[in-house]
């Protein structure tokens, strides 16, 4: 921390670590008061959810609510009462409990077992119609092994997780996709390489998806074979029309719309 304030007063000057060092105690401030709360509840057009605060998820949560408000609000006004939802990389849940609860079903698709298991509990505790699939969407059925930041568990170490293609899922057990939501980490370019059946069926006529813009700190799409550019050219080749909802710099929050959907 020391080393880091003395970079940025060194590149930014004082003003910049002043204001840098007053945001990092303030998010502190409000880990520390919602952990201490033992719980968190937020309200998205109308929609209320609420997460346990225990240990990393107080900081997942708040991550969520600096940046995810936007791509979340604009799902909720999207969805209809009889869709299928796909959370692909469901993390905690925080998609799956919103959505969840203006759609007939979910379906969460999360390889890290201790995030599955939040995720579990978030969906039951607000009532919300849901599986938890402990593991990854890939191009191919093989096992991974991923990285804590690859998994974004937070935790150290790897992790070994079974993987699966989209395509291959749908079936009795797991009902064809409406609505699908994509946030893996970079990995986005594989979860669309194993679903292509999946999306270009007339019944899915939504995605939304966080695309991992190339960083030193953390993988990308670049480290899945493609550039941003060419990942959003792939949707568009699959008959989806994309739209951007929010561009964070390292993160680009987008919607595809099916150019064929029934609906």
């Not at 609000?73 to 299928?84: A, G, M, R, T």
């Not at 796909?86 to 849940?93: E, L, P, S, Y």
Request: proline residues 3%.
């Amino acid at each position: 921390m020391i080393n880091r304030a003395a970079e940025v007063y060194r590149e930014e000057g004082l003003n910049q670590l002043v204001g840098k060092s007053i945001g990092a105690l303030q998010r502190y401030t409000a880990l520390t008061y919602w952990r201490s709360r033992g719980s968190r509840t937020f309200e998205i057009d109308d929609v209320t959810a609420t997460f346990t605060t225990k240990g990393r998820a107080a900081r997942s949560l708040q991550i969520f609510d600096d940046g995810e408000r936007e791509m979340v609000q604009d799902l909720l006004s999207n969805v209809e009462k009889d869709d299928v939802f796909w959370d692909v990389g469901a993390h905690i849940g925080f998609h799956s409990c919103f959505a969840g609860q203006r759609v007939n079903r979910v379906e969460a698709f999360e390889p890290a077992s201790v995030a599955a298991e939040r995720c579990r509990k978030h969906v039951a505790a607000n009532d919300v119609d849901a599986s938890v699939h402990e593991c990854a969407l890939w191009h191919t059925n093989e096992t991974l092994t991923l990285d804590s930041e690859s998994a974004a568990t937070g935790e150290g170490g790897s992790i070994t997780v079974p993987a699966r293609t989209g395509d291959n899922l749908v079936g009795d057990e797991i009902p064809q996709p409406n609505v699908v939501k994509i946030d893996v980490e970079g990995a986005e370019p594989r979860v669309i390489d194993g679903m292509e059946e999946t999306l270009t069926d007339d019944e899915c006529r939504l995605v939304y998806c966080e695309v991992h813009r190339p960083a030193e700190t953390r993988p990308s799409v670049q480290d899945h074979g493609a550039t941003t550019e060419e990942f959003l050219d792939s949707l568009s080749d699959l008959g989806f029309t994309v739209e951007t909802i929010m561009d964070r710099g390292l993160d680009l929050h987008v919607k595809a719309r099916s150019n064929s959907s029934s609906h």
